[in-house]
């Protein structure tokens, strides 16, 4: 798995280095420390929840991903165990969450001002779907921010993504958070997650794609 997913950082790092159209914003995927078993066990603990192992030896063996883009097209964020502790922890509310759920996580990467949540969302889909799929990171394509796609795990430890667009709330409901509710429609490992997403940003490929 790590020969993969190393190869495609590198492969991006790359072509953000040679930076000419239309890859002149993009910024550099950096690998972080890896995390020690302790730092997992205090996520876990403080979340109330067990990460896969998939995900665990990703930040023992490995580390977790980061890009340092500027306008934060066609980048990356899988967050360390320490990074999402911090903002189970923050004391700003704009910048904290109440949980890795995949719901509030979404919401947190939006200043925690996503009003269709609470007004537009049956309560029981949004229940079902926060309490039993979990949020660890995100990509952007080529729309500034207003889509992304959402890295998350469900209890059974299979992988996926959910995509939003600020202007897409009811697709949002009905191509997503609706199925997820009944029953987990995550298919993929994390190897296959993660080198789906790296190719994703690395090719330009556009929100739509």
Request: proline share 3%; with cysteine; glycine share 6%.
């Amino acid at each position: 798995m790590f020969e993969k997913i190393t190869g495609l950082v590198k492969n991006y790092n790359e072509k953000a280095i040679q930076a000419g159209e239309p890859y002149a914003t993009m910024g550099l995927i950096s690998i972080e420390k890896k995390s020690s078993p302790e730092e997992i066990s205090q996520l876990e603990r403080a979340a109330g929840i067990r990460l896969p192992e998939a995900l665990k030896l990703l930040y023992t063996g490995f580390g977790a991903l980061q890009c340092d883009s500027m306008n934060e097209n066609n980048s990356i964020h899988v967050f360390s165990p320490a990074s999402l502790l911090a903002k189970l922890e923050d004391e700003d509310d704009w910048s904290r969450t109440p949980s890795l759920g995949l719901i509030d996580m979404i919401k947190l990467s939006w200043g925690n001002d996503r009003y269709e949540f609470e007004e537009e969302l049956n309560n029981k889909i949004r229940e079902a779907v926060n309490t039993n799929y979990f949020c660890f990171g995100w990509y952007y394509t080529d729309d500034n921010q207003e889509s992304a796609h959402y890295l998350y795990f469900d209890r059974e430890e299979k992988f996926g993504y959910v995509f939003y667009h600020q202007d897409e709330f009811s697709e949002l409901v009905s191509d997503f958070l609706k199925p997820m509710s009944a029953g987990s429609i995550a298919t993929q490992t994390l190897e296959e997650l993660l080198c789906e997403s790296l190719q994703r940003i690395t090719n330009l490929e556009s929100a739509d794609d």
